[in-house]
């Protein structure tokens, strides 16, 4: 196999780990985080007019590290989530928010899997280490003149992604 065909066949693998990745961190979070809550994943319209408090998940990044022999694919993953909670809610509701996400999200370790597929069997793990939060309104915030307080956590991870044989 050429070195493009092999470079071609990693980013093809990497793509559809990404898709893997997000879809089972999605499913993961519905199962986890507080139902009162609605989350909204990428591509989603949203009228957050309507919402007191809400979340917005998404897989921000990943990225392949150098392919390894064994049938083992490693991606760095970075994931996002924005916490956003009107004002005139109860007092210490982003704060609980944020505990609840953090909890969810961080030292944790997903199964991957390929839902396109009857069963939808494992291809994969997700390690997330520990959760960054910035809380991000402050007086001078385009959220905090509308009277949203907005809080962003941030986890990064390593996927492991196991080649399947399709055929």
């Not at 793509?15 to 999605?26: F, R």
């Not at 507080?34 to 989350?39: D, H, Q, R």
């Not at 990044?61 to 970075?78: F, P, T």
């Not at 003149?145 to 044989?165: R, S």
Request: aromatic content about 8%; charged content about 20%; hydrophobic content about 40%.
């Amino acid at each position: 196999m050429s070195n493009e065909a092999v470079m071609h066949a990693n980013q093809t693998i990497g793509m559809q780990g990404s898709w893997q990745i997000e879809s089972s961190l999605q499913s993961y979070w519905r199962g986890q985080f507080s139902g009162e809550v609605p989350t909204y994943f990428p591509g989603m319209l949203v009228d957050h007019a309507r919402q007191s408090r809400w979340a917005e998940l998404w897989v921000q990044s990943s990225r392949q590290r150098k392919a390894r022999v064994g049938g083992i694919r490693l991606l760095d993953v970075s994931v996002v989530l924005h916490l956003f909670a009107q004002r005139n809610t109860q007092p210490g509701v982003m704060r609980e928010l944020v505990d609840e996400a953090v909890g969810v999200l961080s030292l944790k370790t997903l199964v991957i899997r390929d839902f396109r597929r009857t069963g939808g069997p494992v291809v994969g793990y997700l390690k997330l280490f520990e959760a960054q939060t910035r809380w991000m309104s402050d007086q001078k915030s385009n959220e905090s003149k509308l009277g949203v307080d907005h809080t962003v956590i941030t986890c990064e991870g390593l996927a492991q992604m196991i080649e399947l044989d399709v055929s």
